[in-house]
């Protein structure tokens, strides 16, 4: 007899023939949308010229040249990307349906970008936080890679009542141990103690990043459901709201905007190109609305 196929081998099947096959078709096989500009290393620093891309302005030598300096790089037929996952607390709500949390979305969309990556000859690596910087995957290519990918996210507990996310440590975690310039990826819903921001910068000097906010639409827009009793993921504390009070619903819209705001303000300020990820989105469709926005992005 046949052995039953393991979980993350499940896993993998069922994306490759629900949203790879898809994805295939709707973009025709063409990911550079997607995955342009990685894989490439330095090959040199000039002055710079009116229409260069601003992200590549090297600040060290600018401030020590007093005049602006940019980094040219040789194009790397490779790429190196490497998905730093957020899969703390917060990341296990979802309010569209038991099977659709922040924490499943997540690993639905890792394992699709890392699958079009590494059948490509691509490597691809991942660092982990729960309440801390659970462990790194060191960057390889190849279906196996994968598979062990799943494994990992998967094996990751769910944690209750731990202290509230730190992304700062999985940022500088990041900026240590990945030493070429690569795409790196940050999945997270980017609820978290302020700082992690100065990390994200040192991050985006180094390597081209992307932000993937996981995001669910009851985080804020709060229905009228009358009395209900609201846990928070992160520390487990309880509080007996009344969803009917109008003026409680629009504190809580104004908290999300506020939140939302700050986030957004951070991801400019970094120059660190975001997208967001919601619970209650067709993965296919994301992913394609992603590449759209890359490419318009880009010009």
Known sequence: MQAHASAPERILQ????????RLDGLLQGDYRSLFHGNGV??????????????????WNLTARMDAPYVREYNEDREISAWFLLDLSPSVDFGSVDADRLKRTVLIDFVTTLARLLTRRGNRV???????EV??????????????????????????????FTDLSPLLAAANHAIKRRSLVIIISDF?????????????????????????????????NVGPIIMEDAETGEQLYV???DQGFRRRFQEAARSREMAVNDAFRRSGVEAVSLSTDEDLVRAIVRMATLRRKRRG
């Open 134 to 163: 659970e462990h790194t995957i060191p960057a390889r290519g190849g279906r196996v890679q994968v598979l062990r990918l799943i494994q990992d996210m998967l094996a990751q507990p769910r944690l209750a009542g731990a202290p």
């Open 14 to 21: 069922r994306l490759d023939w629900q949203v790879i096959r």
């Open 242 to 244: 009344d969803t009917g």
């Open 191 to 223: 609820i978290s103690t302020p700082g992690w921001e100065r990390q994200l910068d040192l991050l985006r000097r180094r390597h081209e990043v992307l932000a993937v906010r996981l995001i669910d639409p009851l985080e804020t827009d709060l229905p």
């Open 125 to 131: 690596g991942a660092i982990l936080y729960g309440s």
């Open 41 to 58: 290393d330095l090959a040199a620093l000039r002055e710079y010229q009116p229409g260069d891309d601003v992200r590549y302005i090297d």
